[in-house]
């Protein structure tokens, strides 16, 4: 997506920010496909070093055929 260029993090964040929808759909694809391709442990996640609990029942969040609809 950079054309092999290294921009600054308040690029990436004012990009990402102007395309909230876009990246959200886009990030939910790619957790898609990762747990078809097994690369999720469905233990723990964690976004840029920040682990975050997953406690969720499935009857509150949903399951990944709700969320592919």
């Not at 308040?10 to 395309?19: G, L």
């Not at 909230?20 to 070093?49: H, P, R």
């Amino acid at each position: 997506m950079s054309c092999d260029s290294v921009p600054h993090f308040t690029t990436i964040a004012n990009f990402v920010s102007s395309h909230v929808e876009e990246v959200a759909a886009l990030f939910e694809q790619v957790l898609l496909v990762c747990d078809q391709q097994g690369l999720l442990g469905k233990e723990l996640f964690a976004i840029d070093g920040c682990k975050m609990a997953s406690d969720a029942s499935k009857e509150h969040s949903g399951t990944f055929k709700e969320l592919a609809a």
